[in-house]
């Protein structure tokens, strides 16, 4: 017998749109294989005048999302509309209709990820959000679910396909940044507004939801340090190729020895050898390292239609199953979707993360200056691992390029802020994270 639900979609954009249309094509494989059928009831859009290349049937336009919530068939609602305002006050309001929700909103979760998840428990009705973390790929569920008897150790991460693509183009064909990004706007890979890609704060997003899901906490967006790619030049991805790297925007989320956690993405050179390096173009991996299940590696594609369409029906199927006991009595064993606990609970400052770095400053080729600045070095206890000083050619200025031994990232900076005032330094410090 196939149990049929109601869905209220907000959001007609990429992914709205995606899920529409996936929902219809493959609507008898989803009836088959999961015993559900999902009838859109309402698709609530901001503006009705904005061309589309989905046809959106005129009997299911809705003007608000409010109109969603005064569905009495609507069981579900799947938030797609993106923002942090309206977005939660349609969560909000769900919750406190009891009914069931699907997000793919990564910065809302991020953001007030604690307060949604505290109306869920309230109203205990759940939360799903498949496709907030790495479009297609079933971070979430496999995070939350299937790795829930692991302590996870750490979680290293390719979380954005945008910032990925420009990545590889400078990697691989040796295009300057500016080149690299014109290359994937032209096919249609970045975002009308790419400030939260470029800038890191979408991958970071992403990674606070998935270290709150491996942690039992949230972790305030403030209190991490998130970099972009801007910075990153070809000169860099050469020094790194060099000295046997890759470059990537990479999110790293540990436990450390002492149960603190630690967040944090930023361009890192990775070793060329490892399996991260070799994911190239708009593909996300996150690598997972558990104690029992030991190191584990997912692949795929982070945005698109279809691969988070596929990520939204998977979570409709998972609200479908959880819906009867929702409703029941017993609804207090009703998953909501994350589960605090109190193993974990601190992060730690950005300035006392421990990592390795490259370092490159411009500077003057003349007598004194590696001296000077490696004094600075010694002063504040940093070791050098490797030094390269390219030959100049041209007005007397070079490269120096330094591999630095493991330091709190605070120390670094404030011998950076010393390095700065001498005048043979001539462009700000260029500083990635260095992955073993
Ligand atoms: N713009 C993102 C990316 C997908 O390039 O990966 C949505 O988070």
Redesign the pocket.
Not at 160 to 163: D, L, R
């Given at each position: 017998m196939i149990r049929s639900l109601g869905v209220g979609l907000a959001g007609f954009g990429t992914v709205g749109a995606g899920v529409f249309e996936s929902l219809q094509k493959q609507q008898k494989l989803i009836e088959e294989r999961s015993g559900f059928s999902f009838q859109v009831r309402g698709i609530a859009i901001r503006d009705p005048q904005k061309q589309r290349k989905q046809f959106l049937p005129p009997s299911l336009l809705r003007r608000s999302w409010r109109d969603l919530l005064r569905d009495p068939h609507t069981q579900i609602v799947v938030e797609l509309m993106g923002g942090t305002t309206d977005a939660f006050e349609l969560i909000k309001g769900a919750l406190q209709s009891r009914r069931i929700v699907v997000t793919g909103n990564?910065a809302l979760l991020a953001e007030r990820g604690e307060e949604i998840f505290a109306l869920a428990q309230e109203f205990r009705t759940p939360v799903f959000y498949e496709a907030a973390v790495a479009?297609g790929i079933p971070i979430i569920q496999s995070l939350r679910d299937s790795f829930v008897s692991n302590h996870i150790e750490s979680i290293h991460g390719i979380l954005?396909?945008?910032?990925n693509y420009i990545l590889s183009c400078m990697q691989e064909e040796g295009m300057e940044y500016n080149q690299a990004l014109d290359q994937a706007k032209a096919l249609g890979?970045v975002?009308a507004d790419p400030t939260l890609?470029l800038s890191g704060w979408?991958a970071a997003h992403k990674a606070l939801i998935l270290a709150a899901l491996a942690y039992g906490f949230w972790v305030s967006p403030q209190d991490i340090r998130v970099e972009g790619i801007e910075k990153v030049s070809a000169a860099d991805i050469l020094f790194a190729k060099n000295f046997g790297y890759t470059i990537k925007l990479l999110a790293r989320i540990r436990a450390s020895s002492d149960g603190i956690i630690e967040i944090g993405v930023s361009p890192t050179l990775i070793p060329m050898k490892s399996i991260l390096a070799s994911v190239s173009g708009?593909f996300?991996a996150i690598a997972i390292k558990g104690d029992l299940v030991g190191e584990s590696l997912f692949y795929g594609r982070?945005?698109g239609a279809r691969p988070t369409a596929s990520s939204v029906i998977g979570d409709l199927v998972t609200a479908a199953q959880n819906f009867h006991l929702h409703l029941s009595s017993e609804r207090t064993s009703c998953p909501i979707g994350f589960s605090s606990h109190t193993l974990y609970g601190k992060s730690r400052l950005a300035e006392e993360i421990i990592s390795s770095y490259y370092l490159r400053f411009t500077v003057e080729d003349q007598p004194g200056v590696l001296s000077m600045i490696t004094t600075i070095f010694g002063q504040y206890g940093i070791s050098i691992s490797s030094l390269v000083q390219p030959e100049s050619r041209v007005d007397r200025k070079t490269s120096l390029v330094f591999m630095i031994h493991r330091a709190p990232y605070g120390l670094i900076q404030s011998a950076l802020e010393q390095v700065r005032t001498l005048s043979c330094v001539k462009s700000e410090p260029i500083l990635f994270n260095v992955e073993m």
């Open positions: 990564k479009g954005n396909g945008t910032t890979y975002e890609d979408d708009v996300n982070g945005a």
